[in-house]
């Protein structure tokens, strides 16, 4: 049983973090000592930790190095969770392309690597960092503004990011996007998402801003985002927690749009007092 546990933010999350005061203080309740602390704090003794939680960690995309030796520091004295190679995995979003090849249905994603000539797909479309967190970096762009686009993505690649291109597709603009909870490998939860993105310009605040209201996930989502789980579990091993962002297609079926497993937020506040009840059991668990 977990008896201390690092609760790992970044100096300008702190108060931001809307699962945070719900989760605390039932880990607190439940008889887990929980510390809240920077993850590039040099006094944080991390070896006094039983298990350390990466949570939001939102800033971590503008140092990667950096961050990147802390994952490889923390993981020797302390149990990381999720655990390193799953997070490294995971921080670059072409890990898309390895779901699209274990049949999970994904949103259709172009790549482009730094020296690669931009090109579009017909319609709206978005443009993403391939590194990156709370949709920093992201924009969205019409079909007559493709010079516009090649800018972005050029600045990106010129500072040695890949890119990724995804059609906007018309359903996110009447419902959204849903996030699926798992905690540790099985379904918990989901919400109903919407985040404006930026049309032509970019976002460079932490996150962007959402509005956000609990849902209730139908049978055919919960089986598509498992399956995205499901290939994490089998390659990596279970992950603590996870969340499948989906959207809907124009033949109105689900795809991930996203899979977080390094510091998204667990939508605590749209769900019941069940779901953060398994998540501290999670957390707690051995």
Do not use: C
């Amino acid at each position: 049983m977990t008896t201390r546990l690092a609760w790992v933010s970044a100096r300008d999350a702190r108060g931001r973090d809307a699962d945070e005061p719900l989760a605390v203080p039932a880990l607190q309740r439940a008889g887990i000592a929980v510390d809240v602390v920077v993850w590039d704090d040099p006094a944080v003794r991390w070896a006094d930790y039983d298990r350390t939680v990466v949570r939001s960690t939102w800033d971590y995309a503008q140092r990667l190095g950096q961050f990147l030796t802390w994952l490889e520091t923390v993981e020797q004295v302390t149990d990381l969770r999720n655990p390193s190679p799953m997070l490294r995995w995971n921080l670059d979003k072409r890990y898309l392309a390895d779901l699209d090849r274990a049949g999970v249905p994904v949103t259709e994603t172009t790549f482009m690597e730094p020296g690669d000539r931009p090109h579009f797909p017909v319609g709206d479309f978005v443009v993403k960092p391939a590194v990156g967190a709370g949709s920093r970096g992201v924009a969205s762009y019409g079909p007559t503004q493709h010079d516009m686009a090649r800018v972005h993505v050029r600045r990106l690649q010129k500072a040695g990011v890949s890119v990724l291109v995804q059609p906007l597709l018309s359903s996110v603009a009447i419902d959204g996007e849903w996030p699926l909870v798992f905690f540790a490998g099985r379904y918990s939860h989901a919400a109903n998402k919407r985040v404006v993105l930026p049309r032509a310009g970019t976002i460079d605040d932490l996150f962007a801003d959402e509005t956000n209201a609990p849902h209730v996930a139908d049978a055919e989502q919960i089986v598509v985002a498992q399956k995205a789980v499901d290939v994490v579990a089998a390659r990596f091993g279970v992950p603590l927690y996870a969340r499948v962002d989906l959207v809907r297609d124009d033949q109105g079926l689900p795809r991930v749009l996203e899979l977080e497993l390094v510091e998204p937020s667990l939508f605590l506040p749209q769900a019941s007092a069940d779901a953060l009840g398994h998540f501290v059991a999670a957390l707690g668990a051995g």
